[in-house]
């Protein structure tokens, strides 16, 4: 670029100074810049998890470098989608504490979580040529559906991996899978199996006399697979009459008068609620609030 001279200039004021200015000369030239391509890996089984799990593998995917101009490439950030099979609308209902790890180092920590997406945040370097598997690990905090929910994450777009070629900076160009497909390892999340059973420490049948205090009545084992928060216990039980106890009494102020009075409900020993009264019309039901 040349301004020969003031007079070249369109001004409002006087032009002055040292004339032609010319500028130093500038070469451009094509260049591509390395390519990093993605593939998802999948696992030959469905994953099973359940509530309460932790630092559960939840997707794997590898980036590798390409060798074009033996520059490094420098990740910056990869976000991940739920694919289209999973039944959840949310990464955060089901899952929390994200986190990236390559090679037994976790790389990223910095998980943002926006409805169906993820981003983890790094500064992760591939030497040109080279492969790297990334592994994304979770805790497992809910589940949606009583069938279960289904969990499988993809990547969505090349613009959904950020990464730079080291020395230059020049953006690098993304491949998904040749094209293919993005989606990884599919999850399955459950409640796990919770069961109550009759402890043999339970009373069998027995005749009690009228106006005896602290009968028990019922002894149960509660097994959760994961740790479980009891908002209240219901108690159900049933009233019979005459010598071959085949007629039912019914009627909550029938049977709190004359039959069952203050049911008390132990954990562990410990007392945790009394039920003196009885709110349902049918009598056969009580429940129990847990503090």
Do not use: W
Request: aromatic content about 8%; glycine content about 6%.
């Amino acid at each position: 670029v040349s301004v020969p001279s003031a007079n070249d200039v369109e001004a409002s004021s006087t032009v002055a100074g040292q004339f032609p200015i010319e500028s130093y000369v500038v070469h451009t030239t094509a260049y591509t810049s390395e390519t990093l391509k993605f593939e998802p890996e999948l696992t030959s089984t469905t994953n099973t998890y359940y509530v309460g799990d932790t630092n559960k593998e939840v997707a794997r995917f590898k980036l590798t470098a390409g060798d074009n101009h033996q520059k490094d490439i420098v990740v910056k950030s990869v976000r991940l989608k739920l694919s289209d099979n999973s039944t959840i609308g949310s990464v955060a209902t089901d899952l929390d504490n994200l986190k990236l790890v390559v090679n037994g180092t976790t790389v990223s920590t910095t998980a943002v979580m926006d409805g169906r997406y993820v981003t983890f945040t790094m500064n992760y370097t591939i030497p040109y040529g080279e492969s790297r598997t990334f592994y994304v690990y979770s805790d497992i905090i809910g589940v949606q559906s009583p069938a279960g929910d289904t969990v499988a994450f993809k990547v969505d777009k090349t613009s959904d991996i950020s990464a730079l070629e080291a020395g230059t900076n020049a953006a690098v160009n993304v491949n998904l899978n040749n094209n293919g497909g993005t989606t990884m390892e599919v999850n399955t999340i459950d409640e796990g199996d919770n069961l109550i059973t009759k402890s043999s420490e339970s009373p069998v049948a027995t005749t009690i006399s009228y106006d005896t205090t602290d009968i028990p009545v019922l002894v149960a084992n509660v097994n959760v697979s994961n740790e479980m928060e009891v908002d209240k216990f219901d108690v159900y039980f049933k009233v019979f009459s005459g010598s071959a106890s085949t007629t039912q009494i019914t009627g909550a102020s029938t049977i709190e008068k004359n039959y069952v009075k203050n049911v008390k409900l132990y954990i562990n020993g410990k007392l945790v609620d009394v039920v003196s009264t009885y709110d349902y019309g049918t009598g056969d039901h009580c429940e129990h609030g847990m503090a």
